[in-house]
């Protein structure tokens, strides 16, 4: 008996509305699903130093701000790069950053991290084969936590996913004092890749600078090892030091350039500081005559830079404390508009000589919260 093969017909139109639909998921949303469950680790096989480190985790801050003491060595969870490589890139910041040292002996890193709305987690680590340090991660989409109801605070099973927290950073300082961030320059990154190094992404680069280098010259000399991959934007990097050692690193055309401070102070937002000095005197000779910049974009790039550079003219030839700096990061500072979707999520100031933090969240100024990191005599 002959078989007849059957057929399933689906219509032409079904197809095309299923071809839609795939096409509209976004794919990190999708993956914003999937990775934080396939990153939380089984508590029955926490160490005594993990437990440590999760107990210590609170709330401090409605915006959320959390804080954590990580104990023991974070190196294992280094794992993420390998899992997760692809995705680590976290929404870029759109940021401005400063470094100066002042007149009085102390030395201020600040800045802004211009964002989409996000948990902040502050995390204080201490590795054993590495420097002390304090930094601070966004925990939204890669760890499926939100400002509303899902927090780390849910369980000890998701509070597990922070154990990879210090490869995720944006900015930081170790007990040196050395400190750095980073800022997006809005420009796909062009890959040069040199086979004869490793290649870091930029999470890890961060974190391995904080744990490894003394000053601004030991992180040159760590990143000029490495090739440094950019997962979703180009970046560059504002590192500084007590001494008022400053350098901006960046990869304009896939090659490392450091461009130094020239003076007491030096500034970044999100475009190319290498190659911008022209473009940089226009903007803000306009500035001076017309009080704005045109073609400036939606974040105001040049004017928060001009903002920092003339501000910071000014401050050297006056005693610079915390408070003056945390009001010039409230000066620079962006709000959310219809056509900004990433105004500033949190605002800190760096004491690079004594290892005082301030922090304001969500440009709430009159409610500055004060940490401290143990510094190297």
Not at 119 to 125: D, G, H
Not at 179 to 189: E, F, K, N
Request: hydrophobic share 35%; glycine share 6%.
């Amino acid at each position: 008996m002959k078989i007849k093969k059957k057929y399933i017909i689906i219509p032409a139109a079904t197809i095309l509305i299923f071809a839609a639909m795939l096409l509209s998921f976004n794919f990190d949303k999708i993956a914003s699903l999937i990775i934080p469950t396939l990153m939380e680790i089984n508590v029955s096989s926490l160490n005594s130093d993990e437990n440590r480190t999760l107990d210590s985790l609170r709330k401090v801050d409605n915006h959320p701000l959390y804080v954590m003491d990580f104990y023991g060595d974070h190196s294992q969870y280094l794992k993420l790069k390998d899992k997760y490589y692809w995705y680590m890139g976290i929404p870029k910041p759109k940021c401005s950053t400063f470094a100066i040292k002042g007149p009085n002996g102390d030395s201020f890193f600040g800045r802004n991290n211009d964002n989409v709305d996000s948990p902040v987690l502050l995390i204080f680590t201490h590795p054993k084969n590495g420097y002390a340090s304090v930094s601070i991660a966004m925990i939204n989409d890669l760890y499926g936590f939100d400002t509303g109801n899902k927090t780390p605070l849910d369980s000890r099973e998701v509070s597990t996913r922070l154990l990879y927290a210090p490869y995720t950073i944006s900015d930081g300082m170790n007990e040196w004092g050395l400190t750095i961030g980073d800022m997006s320059v809005h420009v796909d990154p062009k890959v040069i890749i040199d086979p004869k190094k490793e290649t870091m992404i930029e999470g890890e680069m961060k974190r391995y600078i904080l744990d490894h280098a003394k000053n601004t010259d030991g992180a040159i000399e760590i990143l000029s090892k490495y090739n440094i991959h950019f997962p979703r934007e180009l970046g560059h990097l504002l590192i500084s030091d007590p001494s008022g050692n400053s350098a901006v690193v960046e990869w304009p055309d896939g090659h490392m350039q450091v461009i130094r401070n020239k003076g007491t102070w030096m500034a970044a937002t999100n475009f190319t500081l290498y190659g911008s000095e022209d473009t940089i005197k226009k903007y803000k000779n306009e500035y001076a005559t017309t009080g704005k910049i045109s073609n400036d974009t939606p974040g105001k790039n040049y004017w928060r830079y001009i903002t920092l550079a003339d501000n910071l003219d000014k401050m050297y030839n006056e005693k610079i404390n915390a408070r003056d700096a945390m009001d010039l990061l409230s000066k620079v500072s962006l709000v959310r508009t219809k056509d900004l979707d990433w105004p500033t999520q949190w605002s800190v100031v760096y004491n690079m000589k004594s290892g005082e933090i301030s922090i304001a969240m969500g440009r709430n100024y009159d409610n500055v919260h004060h940490f401290k990191l143990e510094m190297k005599k």
